[in-house]
């Protein structure tokens, strides 16, 4: 192997563990969130219906399937791109059905962090999974 050959396999190697890692750093916020949510399904729901969001149930059960089977799925690289960008598009509609008051600090913040990880998960969606996860077997 050359020199510049050798090189570029480490750069590659630098690349996908980079790109594992943002995976494993992103989905944990989701992962975490979503088994809170399946363990308080009542308190849930009814911070869902304080949101005035319809069928309450059912978008608590969507939630929990995005961001803890969504979660899952993207720390193993399964359907990487599809994944990212459905977590992508919950983010943002989490941040528009429940930290939408700009005026108030916290919720202000917490739009902007939910931004903010769409713009991650794009980036996965962009370039996906890397050499490690499953989409690559």
Do not use: C
């Amino acid at each position: 192997m050359t020199a510049l050959a050798a090189e570029a396999s480490r750069a590659s190697s630098t690349t996908d563990m980079l790109a594992a890692t943002g995976r494993v750093l992103l989905a944990a916020i989701f992962v975490l969130s979503g088994a809170s949510k399946l363990a308080d399904p009542t308190g849930t729901i009814t911070y869902i219906q304080s949101a005035g969001l319809p069928l309450p149930t059912l978008a608590y059960g969507g939630a929990v399937a995005v961001e803890l089977i969504g979660g899952l799925l993207l720390i193993a690289g399964v359907q990487t791109r599809i994944v990212a960008s459905a977590i992508a598009a919950f983010s943002v509609a989490a941040a528009f059905s429940f930290h939408a008051n700009l005026a108030d600090q916290n919720q202000f913040i917490h739009f902007f962090k939910n931004i903010a990880m769409a713009g991650g998960l794009l980036q996965v969606a962009a370039f996906g999974s890397g050499r490690f996860g499953f989409d690559q077997r």
